[in-house]
């Protein structure tokens, strides 16, 4: 197996607890825990939970039980949810995403928005969007503003990956002047994560082929951000595990695995190990799916 250029790993599970973990979190997990062991990384376990509108009590217990269940272990991060609540919520971090807001403030690196959701989705979709609030002076800190990260111009990212590097020399229209901090004041994903990332120090980044555009706004954000040590971070893309033609998602209603598999979890092992490219034989145990594993061989089938 291609084994990582890093020479110590730290990847991460995030998951975000605004729904039960489904079969599509289970395979990018996976896929983590198997590159981490097969290359002596750590796994850090950091739950997303800015979002408190979205939040429930049950969806951060099943992250554990779901984990916990599954036999993925981790190295760093809380060890329950008592822990988590305690010691590692994204809101015991906030000061660190107000700082980098502020920086961005101070170098003039975003402007204030009060466009609808709906009004920017449609412009984006019609490859009309140029960041229109941007010459309009609105006030960063007045009422329901969010704050928009200026990316007009080229936007030149190298993104270290685990086959080939990759130069991207602009950003895709679906992540032009992307949201930082949301209307309500609460530091947008693309901030907190990488902040967060940053702060674990976080180089090995696993995520779904979709969210290759993302990991390219990041990579700009940082940039910005002038931490470059997230530029060195490693990434694996992984193909999606599609249902009917549609992605595996909470906002699609998926199936949570324990419902689905709690009774049979050596069906769901040979499920992801087929996803993986592995021989039935080898889909027993993690113990042998990790021997056999190589993301050479990880399958291309995307749907089931």
């Not at 700082?99 to 402007?111: I, P, R, S, T």
């Not at 200026?150 to 190298?158: D, F, I, L, N, R």
């Not at 685990?162 to 693309?190: C, M, W």
Request: net charge neutral.
């Amino acid at each position: 197996m291609q084994k990582l250029q890093l020479p110590a790993p730290i990847t991460r599970f995030a998951p975000t607890p605004s729904g039960f973990l489904h079969i599509g979190n289970v395979y990018s997990f996976l896929i983590t825990w198997l590159l981490a062991r097969k290359n002596n990384g750590q796994i850090l376990l950091r739950i997303d939970d800015l979002d408190q509108e979205r939040v429930r009590p049950e969806y951060v217990e099943n992250i554990f039980r779901t984990l916990e269940w599954l036999g993925l272990d981790w190295d760093l991060g809380p060890s329950s949810v008592e822990q988590f609540e305690k010691e590692f919520s994204q809101l015991r971090r906030m000061e660190l995403y107000e700082a980098a807001l502020q920086k961005l403030e101070n170098e003039g690196a975003v402007f204030g928005c009060d466009c609808s959701r709906k009004l920017v989705k449609k412009l984006i979709e019609a490859h009309n969007y140029e960041g229109i609030c941007q010459h309009k002076g609105l006030e960063l800190h007045g009422p329901d503003i969010s704050w928009r990260l200026k990316t007009e111009g080229m936007a030149v990212v190298q993104m270290k990956r685990f086959k080939n590097d990759t130069t991207v020399e602009k950003l895709s229209y679906a992540q032009s002047h992307f949201v930082v901090r949301r209307r309500d004041g609460i530091p947008a994903y693309h901030l907190a994560s990488v902040v967060d990332d940053v702060h674990f120090g976080v180089n090995a980044i696993v995520r779904g082929e979709d969210l290759f555009e993302s990991s390219v706004a990041q990579l700009y954000l940082a940039q910005k951000l002038g931490l470059g040590t997230f530029s060195h971070a490693e990434f694996f893309h992984h193909p999606l595990i599609l249902d009917g033609g549609v992605k595996l998602s909470k906002s699609q209603r998926s199936s949570a695995v324990l419902d689905e598999f709690s009774q049979d979890k050596a069906k769901l092992f040979r499920k992801l190990g087929g996803w993986l490219g592995l021989q039935p034989e080898a889909c027993g145990s993690l113990d042998e799916m990790l021997k056999q594993f190589s993301f050479e061989r990880v399958a291309r089938t995307n749907s089931h």
